[in-house]
């Protein structure tokens, strides 16, 4: 016989002996209304050929074609549709900006003009949804017969087939609800030659625990002779967006302009670096050299994740506090290095030769006053140095309203100097 799938190239001939075998694919147009076997010869039954020869339509043009996600390559129509259940909705590609926001939705690739969305409804009905998805498929959701979920380990996503990823485990923790129905309900789970089954209790939610499996190859399941999703383990891994330093209450990117004027003030005493993460495998670089040395001292710095899975580590406690140790050594030369994520050069502050050069009161009480009012009164207390006062007011990084004063406070500690 001869299968029209929508035009000349995708004419095929079709050996019904191939067909005893099993179900056969074939391409087809997707721009095709229809299909249909054009040509039945004389040698195939005729109950047969007539019913081969129906009329079989094509996508939908105006609303989604809705198909099943089970196992398998190959998927049903779908007649009608569950809430929790996942999906796969073929459409036009300028309908799926219209998709509403409740729905989890993944995009597959395209075919010409042609979207494919994997579409997983929410587990609680919702009136409107419903109503969106009539209109949209023609088709009405309606509460499942029967619920489930993996409870743990943790889920990472659904993947194209419509598998659920877990992580890396031996066992299963599942909850079921087998529906209000009649009659015997069992789940079953199978692992190469191993199998088990447990009764369900009809009308309520039950935990079950499955174990026994090799971590990387999970159970197959099935509940009242039905398949449930295949559950597929592998461990993701998860990359972390950057690193982010951490002075106080506030929080910057290390690829930020703010990271180096915050660790300037750290350097000069006027601000504390209180945290500094990193991502995993990332170990932060700190390098320190006294004057007129060439070889640089290297100091290393321990890290710890938040739990196994975490994409970020933290610099412990203990290293972040010899950190600001030697980035405050300002007879060193120091350089704090983290990869991709940034790296700052401090150069040495050589103490000056010959007597200390005094500021006078008035500037260095403007001096203390500006420190004050940008909230470092700390730094601007009467027991600090000149020296002191001054490279905690070139590393201060003003307000808008506080600027003027700043570039003024400068302008007057140069001065000072210059007339010394």
């Not at 259940?85 to 003009?113: C, G, H, I, M, N």
């Not at 993701?236 to 915050?262: E, H, M, N, W």
């Not at 050594?329 to 983290?338: A, F, G, S």
């Amino acid at each position: 016989m001869t299968f029209d799938g929508g035009g000349d190239a995708f004419r095929v001939e079709v050996a019904c002996a191939r067909l005893h075998v099993g179900a056969q694919a074939y391409a087809v147009n997707p721009d095709s209304p229809a299909f249909r076997v054009a040509w039945v010869s004389g040698d195939v039954d005729n109950a047969f050929g007539v019913a081969v020869q129906e009329r079989i339509p094509g996508l939908d043009s105006v609303r989604s074609t809705v198909f099943s996600a089970n196992r398998g390559s190959r998927q049903a129509l779908a007649t009608g549709l569950d809430w929790g259940a996942t999906y796969y909705f073929v459409q036009r590609a300028e309908l799926v900006t219209s998709v509403p926001p409740q729905l989890a939705v993944t995009r597959l690739a395209d075919l010409k003009q042609w979207s494919c969305l994997l579409v997983t409804l929410p587990q609680v009905a919702d009136e409107g949804l419903a109503e969106w998805i009539r209109q949209a498929t023609g088709l009405a959701v309606q509460q499942a017969k029967r619920r489930w979920g993996v409870v743990a380990p943790p889920m990472h996503f659904i993947d194209a087939s419509a598998r659920l990823v877990l992580d890396t485990k031996g066992e299963l923790t599942l909850a079921i609800h087998a529906g209000g129905g009649h009659g015997e309900a069992i789940l079953r789970a199978r692992s190469g030659d191993d199998s088990a089954s447990v009764p369900l209790a009809r009308g309520q939610w039950q935990f079950i625990r499955v174990s026994g499996f090799p971590a990387t190859e999970p159970p197959v399941l099935e509940a009242e002779g039905r398949l449930l999703p295949e559950v597929l383990v592998r461990p993701v891994v998860r990359a972390a967006r950057g690193a982010l330093l951490t002075f106080g209450s506030r929080s910057v990117s290390a690829s930020s302009a703010d990271a180096r004027p915050l660790l300037e003030q750290v350097r000069a005493g006027s601000l504390d670096l209180s945290g500094l993460n990193v991502p995993r495998g990332l170990v932060p670089s700190l390098r320190s050299r006294p004057a007129g040395a060439v070889d640089w001292a290297q100091h290393v710095f321990a890290t710890t994740a938040a739990d196994l899975h975490s994409a970020a580590e933290a610099v412990t406690t203990e290293a972040l506090a010899e950190l600001q140790v030697v980035l405050r050594d300002t007879k060193r030369d120091v350089v704090l290095d983290l990869g991709p994520f940034g790296a700052w050069w401090f150069e040495m502050r050589e103490a000056p030769d010959g007597p200390t050069r005094h500021l006078p009161p008035a500037t260095r009480a403007h001096a203390r006053w500006v420190l004050a009012a940008a909230g470092q009164a700390g730094v601007a207390s009467r027991s600090q140095s000149d020296e002191a006062l001054s490279t905690a007011l070139r590393a201060m990084i003003a307000p808008r309203w506080l600027e003027a004063h700043h570039r003024l406070a400068l302008t007057r500690i140069r001065g000072n100097r210059d007339a010394t």
